[in-house]
């Protein structure tokens, strides 16, 4: 079956409740006044925007993390990473199927660009989700700058890999480290896909993937690969971590779809993380691709997205 990719704006109104993330654009240019970079929560268009769009705290933002190099729990990252990850220096390698590759000091590869805060959802394939104001550049300068060949249609990504810094303690089954990710070249090329290298202005955290991670707002957060180091332009889809460890579960789009169930769990609904409630959350309806659907979803234009899930 095709999943109609929909606009907000098309969701007929006895879909709207109370609870409802769908808001009128009235409503919500009232309701966004005052939060900064909300361009791209989807602020000025005229479709619908999540209610509560309010960032995380960094103590939230900081404190509860996915990076199973350190850990499991969701508290291991901001426990193990600060004093063991070394980011300081710092090489990215560009290579593959492009005209210019090349191993960059951080400082080079990042000074090109033009670096600036963007505060972006991130929906966990888990069902808990964040607002983070990211600072970064477009993950396509770096894709001009290297200059991909005619046969390159994928971007893969790698994570530091050094056990040494990584203790991978509790984990089985054993991940085939490093951490992979990767994308469609147009994914990659999108203005939304962003290289990160700060988090409310400040430098990024360790826990949160410093010196350099992803962040594509439109996918379930493990795309957004963390302390990347190098980047591979490839002709065949190139193997991610996930969804060679566990492929019924995890696919290679992970596009956030609320009417594509994860095989053991919902993704109708997500608990948007706020310690100012009672249980740490408070639950919210999940967009599709987490709200970035009129940016975006004419990539996936004729896709089966239950197939490519
Ligand atoms: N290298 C690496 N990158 C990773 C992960 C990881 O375990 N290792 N976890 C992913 C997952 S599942 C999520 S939800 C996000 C979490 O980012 P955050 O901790 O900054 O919120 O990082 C992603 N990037
Ligand atoms: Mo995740």
Redo the contacts with the bound molecule.
Sequence with gaps: MIIKIRKNSDVPSSEITPESIYIDRRKFLGASAGIGAATFLGAGKAHAAPQDDEPNTWEE?TS??????FGTGKGD?AKNAPDRLITDPWTVKVDGLCNNPADYHLEDFIKPSTIEDRTYR?R???AWS?V?PWRGFPLVDVIDRAEPTAAAKYVAFE?LWDPEQMPERNWRPRIDWP?R?GLRLDEAMHPLSLLVTGLYGKDLPA???APL?LAVPWK???K????IVRITFTEDQPPTTWATQTPREYGFYSNVNPDVDHPRWSQKTEKRIDSSKLFGSRRIDTQFLNGYADEVAHLYEGMDLRKNF
């Design positions: 933002i509860y993390n996915n990076f199973y190099e990252p991130l966990c394939v888990e964040m983070v994570t951490y990710e826990q949160n993937g991670r379930y957060g493990f957004s690969i963390k302390s």
